[in-house]
């Protein structure tokens, strides 16, 4: 039904051929100086999460990073990919999730589980803060081989990724936005979602036209405060559709849904980007991972695993 995209045909075993149509459904709130996305990975966040080894409370935070990409990959005007990246010197040292402007989502993550468990065993809700520890986040937008990499980097401040998230772009981007993430383990698998809301400029529009500038400030604060009443249970519910969830958040904003963008299963890894990875390694270093000839050498991102004759690389 779904055919691979040409980015995903790269002589690999086949990735789950994984689409949410509805993935990202942005909104705007007509007349007023507020748009928004509601982001549903849906199973997607499921098949993605569940390709890795981690304990839940990481899983859980991977859910929200993909969530958070997906909906800010779904601003990218050209051909590109968004990615965030946290690294840190708590239990999970590093986590990364990245998103491309087709909504091809990936994540992947490191992480101490003995630490992890030592850090639960005192507070079993430990938050995204202590999991990462001190460290940084850093927003990174690519929008190809010829084009000018924008990284935006802050220290990580905050207890919940949501907070961390707002706070790189208050700081970083001058930018007023709101977000929420969630993602819990649901009957169905894992499930995660975000609801994110930005200010936006309305120079030329209705509303800078014809209403005082504290009319504008009024109206993303009604928007913020309407956001705030959303639950995880209402951001994951798969019964309950989003323009429904956005209608019922929104109804006395004029809420206006655009039109939605796919999320999908999107690694881009191929056995010539592994096999030059491992070009770069010495020639005895791979011999001590050959076994009965062959290197094996799995993808971090999605887990698959390409095996390659040890005659085959070079080594350096
Ligand atoms: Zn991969």
Redo the contacts with the bound molecule.
């Keep these: 039904m779904i055919h691979t995209p040409a980015f995903l045909d790269t002589h690999?075993p086949d990735?789950p051929d994984l689409v949410v149509p509805q993935g990202v459904t942005p909104f705007y709130l007509a007349g007023r100086p507020v748009r928004g996305r509601l982001v549903r990975v849906g199973a997607l966040a499921d098949a993605l999460l569940t390709r890795h080894d981690h304990p839940d409370i990481v899983l859980r935070l991977a859910g929200e990073a993909l969530a958070l990409v997906g909906g800010l990959a779904s601003a990218l005007k050209f051909q590109g990919s968004f990615s965030v990246q946290a690294r840190g010197d708590g239990p999970v040292s590093s986590l990364v999730a990245d998103c491309t402007h087709a909504g091809a989502l990936?994540f992947h993550a490191r992480s101490d589980a003995a630490r992890i468990a030592e850090l639960a065993a005192t507070d079993p809700d430990v938050d995204a803060g202590r999991l990462l520890g001190a460290g940084y986040l850093a927003f990174t937008v690519d929008q190809g081989p010829d084009t000018d990499i924008h990284q935006g980097i802050v220290e990580i401040q905050g207890a919940s990724l949501s907070d961390m998230a707002a706070h790189y772009f208050q700081t970083s981007e001058q930018h007023a936005c709101w977000i929420r993430l969630a993602c819990v383990h649901t009957d169905a698998g894992w499930r995660a979602s975000a609801l994110l809301l930005e200010r936006i400029a309305t120079e030329g529009g209705i509303a800078a036209e014809h209403a005082p500038a504290g009319d504008e400030d009024d109206s993303w604060t009604t928007a913020v405060t309407l956001a705030e009443t959303v639950t995880d249970a209402e951001l994951t519910d798969e019964t309950l559709p989003p323009e429904d969830l956005l209608y019922r958040l929104f109804h006395a904003e004029d809420v206006c849904a655009d039109r939605p963008r796919a999320l999908a299963f999107g690694?881009?890894?191929?056995r010539a980007r592994l096999s030059g990875i491992l070009e770069t390694f010495s020639t005895d270093d791979l011999d001590h991972m050959t076994e009965g000839g062959t290197i094996s050498m799995?993808?971090?991102?999605?887990?698959?695993c390409f095996r390659f004759p040890r005659a085959e690389i070079g080594g350096a």
């Design positions: 690999r990735v990936r690694c881009r890894c191929s799995s993808c971090e991102f999605c887990n698959i």
